[in-house]
């Protein structure tokens, strides 16, 4: 994509709607959508980087109930004609063909190259990847699993979403409480998966949510990783111009 000038790319990642109520969320999802009103005016695209949702299930003919404004304002700006990019998080990785369907936003659950302006970007979630975490990478492969997903679809709606989002909310490490604390970066996982890749393949830039901390770290002179942060407690945002990728905050 050659990004038309005065035209930017806008990324943004971990709202985790609906945490810790519905009702206790409701501000930040204004905020939000007064945030892609804001960008829609010179985007020429928008990712969202994964965990919209704090607890996101598609039954065959049931969704979650709520997030009326910021779906509408996603349908708004596709009706516009603003691309939407969606990558699945941990919290909304039982996404199937909703947003495809509804809103004509495609939907992706493992990273993916894009190419802007010549500059190659690596962009996901973020969750599983890298060195350790071996624990959260087994649940991921049971919960991505098809007959785990076909069980839980048994159950009625009225009782697996609050049960999902019960076990989504005291979870500390999804509620991204332990998540705020900088390692260093012979620690953070997402710092070591982007050295490795770069070992094997050129990328200008790699974009990643889930760590709920915003990172602009240089990797090497031609190569930059950010993370996102999240819309919780800093409410942070990527923007690439053509040029430049800059962390900014809302």
């Known amino acids: 994509?050659?990004?038309p000038e005065g035209k930017k790319i806008y990324f943004s990642s971990d709202n985790h709607l609906g945490a810790p109520t519905a009702e206790e969320s409701r501000p930040r999802e204004e905020k939000f959508v007064a945030w892609l009103d804001h960008v829609s005016e010179d985007a020429a695209a928008i990712f969202l980087l994964g965990?919209?949702?704090d607890f996101?299930?598609?039954?065959?003919?049931v969704v979650p109930k709520g997030f009326v404004r910021v779906l509408g304002k996603l349908a708004q700006l596709r009706d516009r004609g603003i691309p939407i990019y969606f990558f699945v998080g941990?919290?909304?990785?039982?996404m199937n063909d909703y947003f495809q369907k509804e809103l004509e936003i495609p939907v992706y659950h493992k990273p993916k190259e894009f190419l802007f302006n010549e500059r190659k970007f690596l962009i996901g979630h973020g969750d599983g990847l890298g060195p350790g975490d071996k624990g959260f990478k087994r649940m991921k492969k049971v919960f991505t699993n098809p007959f785990a997903k076909w069980l839980y679809r048994w159950l009625h709606p009225d009782i697996g979403m609050p049960l999902a989002q019960y076990f989504s909310v005291k979870n500390k490490a999804i509620s991204g409480e332990e998540d705020v604390k900088f390692l260093g970066e012979e620690k953070e996982w997402l710092i070591q998966y982007c050295r490795r890749k770069l070992e094997t393949k050129h990328y200008d830039f790699f974009i990643f949510g889930h760590r709920h901390l915003p990172l602009d770290i240089q990797l090497r002179e031609d190569s930059k990783y950010i993370n996102l942060g999240d819309w919780i407690n800093f409410y942070t945002y990527g923007v690439f111009d053509g040029e430049k990728l800059q962390l900014k905050q809302w």
């Open 56 to 61: 996101w299930f598609e039954y065959k003919h």
């Open 51 to 53: 965990d919209l949702f």
């Open 1 to 3: 994509m050659q990004i």
């Open 90 to 94: 941990n919290h909304d990785l039982w």
